[in-house]
């Protein structure tokens, strides 16, 4: 079985060309390939085989139909050289064989069953009403603390008093984190965090937006410590320094919104359906009754010493 399965690997990944077998708006009749045998597959045929593969070989059929098709008849002339050799009926085929039936069909019953699974609107809201955390957006604005590099020139657009001050010595990391730990402390005593987003901040960027950076949520592409901070915000309140390339950051949670409903109630309905397919299986699995005769046989009991020495 090993072998058959590494060639089929090596046969797919042959040097094919990709094709554009079937052109865009065929009639669902069109015959789209001819095989050895004589049957033919149509596009509609075609189509409606691909959604039931698994997922690498439906990965195959979308990418390159006419190398799916010919590894297809490939695989209908080994059915019929097994059928001719009535393999099915000799071992050990005849034991794999009913084998990869029985997973299958077990498979099909527990796909039916837990596709059929319904969710209603009630039960989204209801579930996005006492989940609502995972949804959870921050808008934050920063001061960049940064260290290393160059220092950064002044702001073209800074006023003059600002821009009159002197250029900004380049910091070491350790002295960089002190410099923040040192902000934060002043910011959580009543100093304006604004006004020490102007004076202090390396990150032209965000300083022109007075600080603000961006709205993030819990699947942003953002690194995880960094979310993490902002994540345990709440508003109104300042958090830090997170270290990132360059700089530490202070974090200043400027409001706090959710995903609504709209956008996020398919994932809801995905989740709700994973978790009722998750207990269906395991109810079923808990049902099913398997005994073990061989656990009630009582152990032989050994035998009595005839107390005679050799």
Known sequence: MKALSLFFLLFVCAGWSQSALIPA?????????????????????????????????????????????HVYGV???????????????????????AFVILKAMSDFAIRDATSSIAITPEEIQKFYDANKE????????V????????????DAGASTVLASRPVKKILTEEEAKTKAEKLLADIRGGADFAKLVLLESDDPGTKAKGGLLGTFGMADNVPQDFRQAVLGLQAGEVG???????????LHADSITYSP?????????????????????????????????????????????????K
């Open 25 to 69: 708006g065929a009639a669902p009749d069109t015959v789209v390939a001819t095989f050895e045998d004589g049957t033919r597959m149509t596009v509609g045929e075609f189509q409606a085989l691909v959604p039931s593969l698994p997922q690498d070989w439906q990965s195959l059929a979308e990418r390159d139909p006419e190398r799916f098709l």
């Open 75 to 97: 695989m209908l002339k080994g059915t019929a050289v097994a059928k001719d050799k009535k393999l099915a009926e000799r071992e050990p085929y005849k034991q794999e064989l």
């Open 134 to 141: 995972p949804f959870r957006r921050v808008t934050v604005s």
């Open 143 to 154: 001061i960049e603390v940064g260290f290393g590099g160059s220092a950064a020139p002044p």
């Open 240 to 250: 830090g320094p997170v270290r990132q390339s360059g700089g530490y950051f202070l």
């Open 261 to 309: 409903l709209a956008d996020v109630k398919d994932s809801i309905f995905s989740q709700l359906q994973a978790e009722r397919a998750r207990q269906w299986v395991e109810r079923f699995d808990k049902s099913t009754n398997v005994e073990f005769p061989i656990k009630k046989t009582p152990a032989p009991t050994p035998a009595a010493s005839s107390g005679v020495k």
